[in-house]
């Protein structure tokens, strides 16, 4: 029974100083995504979608909930924001090729339409970013018309 107790004290004494230790934040300015805005021109109900559902981790704004401040809750959500970020940031938008762009938007479509997006884990603590049959297609109608414009930009041959 001593070794079990030892194991819980040791336990306990290294979450306590874990709590001293976290991943770094994603605060960046939520002016970082305005040249994606401005490139494809949402209309106000998807960019309340795009904010309210999106960009905690695809973009360098993250709002985060009280415990993100617990270790190692905090890691765990650190590495979702970071592949999120990976696989799509919008606040890195400027750069890319229209063919990475349209890519992008050809993903987004089938992600939503799948209700692979946003993640169950995310909505669960997020309410909010459930998305309905209605703010599912608001999305679908302006990602396509973002890609019939990104198909007829000229592409390098």
């Not at 960009?55 to 909930?65: A, E, K, N």
């Not at 750069?95 to 909505?123: A, C, Q, W």
Request: with cysteine; charged share 30%.
């Amino acid at each position: 029974m001593k070794i079990v107790k030892k194991v819980l004290l040791f336990l306990l004494v290294a979450f306590v100083i874990g709590q001293f230790f976290g991943p770094d934040k994603n605060e960046g300015d939520l002016a970082s995504v305005d040249a994606f805005l401005a490139e494809t021109n949402p209309p106000e109900d998807v960019k309340l979608i795009l904010k309210e559902t999106c960009y905690d981790c695809h973009s360098d704004v993250t709002r985060y909930p009280w415990y993100n401040n617990i270790t190692p809750v905090n890691f765990w959500l650190a590495h979702h924001v970071e592949e999120g970020k990976e696989e799509l940031n919008f606040s890195n938008w400027v750069g890319n090729s229209v063919k990475r762009k349209d890519h992008k938007f050809e993903e987004i479509i089938e992600m939503v339409e799948e209700k692979e997006m946003p993640l169950e884990s995310y909505t669960i603590t997020h309410s909010e970013a459930k998305l309905s049959d209605a703010q599912i297609q608001a999305v679908v109608d302006w990602a396509q018309l973002v890609r019939i414009k990104y198909g007829m930009e000229a592409k390098p041959e």
